[in-house]
């Protein structure tokens, strides 16, 4: 069964800096799609950016890049330029190409400091 | 266009007392989903549906039944609510994969419920 993970429950980046999140998962199919979702105090689940296992190149939006290594089966999210309005629950997500259901990650839940 | 909603907001519930979820989408999805999230634990997959008049089951589909009688709008009830089913429920929608088009779900606002 395919398995997300999230080993940092908390983390924190000082405002205008740099923070990576990790994820890894656990599949053995070779061809599926990979989320990061941002959930904000107010709960509503956002999707930050979203990876194609079978591209190579890295996705971006603005100040969110990831750093998807296929072979270690690792996904993290780098934040640059962190706004004091990053601070929410970070989660990582997997999809199988054909398959109807999400597997989601833990969370990770971000702290900005002014 | 509202995108996913949800109602209620929030609900508290006595043991054993029944209640629905409603969740509604403008977007003409194919897919709706229902997940529970907990501390700790993510989201956990409820009870999906992958078009009008199909459901089926998700990680966690104990306790609750769905119904997806019209393409915009997606159930989710609680026939005899127990502490354990004490969550914030997420409504989601997205395109079908053989649709091409991005899959990507769409969440709702959540449902937080409380159950005595």
């Known amino acids: 069964a395919q398995t997300v993970t999230q080993s940092q429950p908390e983390m924190s980046v000082q405002e205008a800096e740099t923070v990576t999140l990790s994820c890894t998962y656990d599949t053995s199919e070779s061809d599926y799609y990979l989320f990061w979702y941002k959930q904000p105090p107010s709960r509503q689940m956002i999707l930050v950016i979203r990876q194609e296992a079978y591209k190579q190149q890295n996705a971006t939006e603005n100040r969110f890049s990831v750093n998807f290594q296929k072979a270690a089966k690792s996904f993290s999210l780098k934040i640059s330029d962190s706004q004091l309005g990053d601070a929410a629950m970070y989660f990582c997500a997997y999809r199988k190409t054909s398959y109807d259901k999400v597997i989601f990650g833990p969370g990770t839940s971000l702290s900005v400091i002014p | 266009n509202a995108g996913v909603t949800q109602t209620p907001k929030f609900r508290v519930l006595k043991t054993g007392q029944s209640m629905t979820l409603l969740c509604a989408q403008d977007?003409?999805?194919?897919?709706m989903y229902w997940y529970r999230q907990d501390p700790g634990m993510g989201l956990r997959l409820i009870h999906y549906s992958v078009g009008e008049g199909t459901t089926a089951k998700g990680e966690v589909p104990d306790g609750y039944n769905v119904s997806r009688l019209k393409k915009q709008n997606f159930l989710l009830g609680l026939e005899s609510a127990a502490p354990s089913q004490t969550s914030v429920y997420f409504c989601?929608?997205?395109?079908?994969?053989?649709?091409?088009?991005?899959?990507?779900?769409?969440f709702g606002p959540g449902t937080r419920l409380l159950v005595l």
């Open positions: 989601a929608s997205s395109y079908s994969i053989s649709s091409g088009r991005q899959e990507t779900q769409y």
């Open positions: 977007m003409n999805h194919e897919y």
